[in-house]
């Protein structure tokens, strides 16, 4: 059963435009929301989170945005670059127990110039 | 900065081997991860420990085990290894607590099993 969901394998968008990836999650039991980057042959790296008390999380071009009614959530990331091009994850920490993340499927954003 | 650590990027294996896949951190971290990547699938949480000689089964455990006997090192452990154990193995680790929400991940492990 897959508690975080990322619909979208893949994105494409203009370098300078925004990208907008997108996340569902069907458990409540999650305190925070997390982004992470990754490029082939390397480790996932942290980019951007959000507690669920909030909406929004501004970091620079990223900005994460919750909608807590709608389980979803986004990652928007304005202006595109060329070096933005990598597969975006979506994650949700449980609760309880040792916090571990519950990971979606991947987005592989690609920007074009 | 934190430093995850996996001993191997790339490593090539025979159906029925026991393999070991290491993975240490500097950063005095309680909790420590392994998952496995999969195309489609994301990353799937097979072991987790939150202190020594601690651990816990997550998602997808069969087929593998744990040992973390000091708190830097955590090992996944493939009893006999299959095919469809080829895989991308990623160790992660984190500190607990309210308001410690990101996990660090090493490079990752790049298994194939032939």
């Known amino acids: 059963d897959q508690q975080v969901k990322q619909n979208s394998p893949s994105l494409s968008v203009q370098e300078g435009r925004i990208s907008i990836l997108n996340c569902d999650y069907t458990n409540s039991m999650f305190d925070y929301f997390l982004w992470y980057k990754k490029y082939p042959a390397e480790g996932p790296t942290f980019l951007i989170s959000?507690?669920?008390?909030?909406d929004k999380n501004e970091d620079g071009r990223f900005t994460v945005f919750l909608n807590k009614s709608a389980k979803h959530l986004s990652l928007h990331i304005v202006p595109s670059q060329p070096g933005d091009s990598a597969v975006y994850f979506c994650?949700?920490?449980?609760?309880?127990?040792?916090?571990?993340?519950?990971f979606g499927q991947g987005t592989r954003l690609t920007i074009n110039p | 900065d934190v430093k995850v650590t996996q001993s191997s990027r790339y490593l090539v294996k025979r159906t029925g081997e026991k393999v070991f896949l290491e993975c240490v951190q500097d950063?005095?971290?309680?909790?420590m991860f392994w998952y496995r990547q999969d195309p489609g699938l994301g990353l799937r949480l097979i072991y987790f420990s939150y202190d020594v000689k601690m651990k816990e089964k997550g998602d997808i455990p069969e087929g593998y085990s744990v040992s973390r006997e000091k708190k830097e090192r955590f090992s996944l452990i493939l009893e006999s290894a299959s095919t469809n154990q080829t895989s991308m193995y990623l160790c992660a680790s984190s500190l607990p607590g309210q308001s410690n929400t990101e996990a660090f991940f090493g490079q990752g492990t790049r298994l194939t099993v032939v």
């Open positions: 959000i507690s669920s008390i909030k």
């Open positions: 994650a949700a920490r449980l609760i309880q127990g040792a916090q571990k993340l519950v």
């Open positions: 950063m005095d971290h309680e909790n």
